[in-house]
């Protein structure tokens, strides 16, 4: 088993930053790839980025390359988004996953693992 843990939601101004940790607990070793979707009121479930848990290189959606980053801490068992330039639309609750076989996914079907999520709301 994997318990994510996700932290540093809130409130913030359209232009402002937010960073999301999510801590990693449990079988560690299981994870291959770990990512970040968000859900927004009546919409489904989007991917937003992933890293392999190894390193190597990142992937994000357009709608937030080049204002998020996707980044891990493995000594710290730690995921992080960092968002920058953020706007109204990227209000959501977001998730942290983490997938237990290799290769990159934007599925959410795909990783077996989910935080319980925090609010993002960016006010214009």
């Known amino acids: 088993q994997v318990q994510l843990v996700e932290s540093g939601g809130g409130l913030v101004q359209a232009g402002g930053s937010l960073r999301l940790s999510c801590a990693a607990s449990?079988?560690?070793?299981?994870?291959?790839?770990m990512g970040w979707f968000r859900q927004a009121p009546g919409q489904e479930r989007e991917f937003v980025a992933a890293?392999?848990?190894?390193?190597?290189?990142?992937y994000t959606s357009d709608s937030v390359k080049g204002r998020f980053t996707i980044s891990r801490d493995n000594s710290k068992n730690t995921l992080y988004l960092q968002m920058d330039s953020l706007k109204p639309e990227d209000t959501a609750v977001y998730y942290c996953?983490?997938?237990?076989?290799?290769?990159?996914?934007?599925?959410?079907?795909?990783?077996?693992?989910w935080g319980q999520g925090t609010q993002v709301t960016v006010s214009s």
């Open positions: 890293i392999n848990w190894s390193g190597g290189p990142t």
């Open positions: 996953a983490a997938r237990t076989s290799p290769g990159v996914r934007k599925s959410e079907g795909d990783y077996g693992y």
């Open positions: 449990g079988r560690i070793f299981n994870i291959y790839v």
